[in-house]
């Protein structure tokens, strides 16, 4: 029997985000969560993750009908998100890849006219989009430096 597996759910409904992160501009949030896999190590791990989040509250913006796929199979990712929520539409594919220490990221899709005002992240008016589809695939080996800032020193 193998002991590294795993399984579960988390449903949401109206959960008050804001009592837990009280920094950001989150409010409450109504959502499903599904992880099932295999292996806790990066490069035997096998796990796909669902998510579906019917209300999320962000900066007095309600978000709508969002979800997220996702599967790891050893090292390599792939994913989908697809936003039907009227001022922020979009449907992306992502991807990734790690082999010895060797980094393929991938993003593809359509965004849709997302409009900064409505979803209160400008104060004026702006809306942005990428109305054909598109697709970038980088590759090469990619590095994150962490540097505590100054003022915490």
């Known amino acids: ?52 989040i019917r209300q999320l509250f962000y900066k007095e913006h309600e978000y709508k009908d969002i979800t997220l796929q996702a599967t790891l199979d050893k090292t390599h990712l792939r994913g989908t998100m697809v936003s039907k929520d009227p001022d922020a539409p ?14 393929q990221v991938g993003l593809g899709g359509y965004i849709g006219k997302v409009d900064l005002q409505a979803l209160h992240l400008m104060q004026e008016p702006l809306t942005m989009g990428a109305e054909s589809r598109f697709a970038r695939f980088y590759r090469g080996t990619f590095r994150l430096c962490f540097k505590k800032p100054a003022s915490i020193a």
């Open 1 to 52: 029997m193998n002991r590294e597996t795993y399984n579960g759910e988390l449903t949401l409904s109206r959960f008050p985000l804001d009592r837990f992160l009280t920094v950001d501009s989150l409010g409450s949030a109504s959502a499903n969560f599904r992880l099932e896999g295999r292996y806790f190590s990066w490069p035997q791990a096998k796990t796909s993750v669902n998510a579906g």
């Open 90 to 103: 979009l449907d992306l594919v992502f991807r990734g890849d790690s082999l010895q220490q060797q980094y």
